[in-house]
């Protein structure tokens, strides 16, 4: 299973890009699927996050701007980013928890400029 994210960009603070990410493979499906980031010289951090008979979940400080969407069954899992924030630059990672393992995309780098 590879995980192939895209959708990465320069934006202006304010705009919005939409960051889209597919599991390659068939017979599958998935239990959760979710959206790290990691800014230069800090941590992974969680963004959002959507599982299966659950409602969607997001840290605070993206709480009214970003929303992720997704269907298990096809693996394939988008979030859509508004009112973007210099702060919100970062590598943007996706995330699929298959079976027993979790699986990870390569990564796309979202740039804000104010």
């Known amino acids: 299973v590879q995980l192939q994210a895209s959708g990465g960009g320069w934006v202006q603070a304010g705009g919005s890009l939409r960051l889209s990410c597919a599991a390659s493979g068939s017979g599958f499906s998935n239990n ?3 959206w790290y980031r990691q800014a230069p010289g800090k941590q992974r951090e969680l963004v959002a996050a959507i599982s299966s008979g659950d409602s969607p979940k997001y840290a605070d400080f993206v709480k009214g701007r970003f929303t992720i969407s997704g269907d298990h069954a096809k693996n394939t899992v988008a979030l859509q980013m508004n009112n973007l924030k210099p702060e919100d630059t970062a590598v943007y990672y996706c995330n699929m928890y298959i079976d027993i393992f979790d ?5 796309t780098l979202v740039t804000v400029s104010s």
């Open 32 to 34: 959760a699927m979710r």
């Open 103 to 107: 699986y990870w995309g390569q990564g």
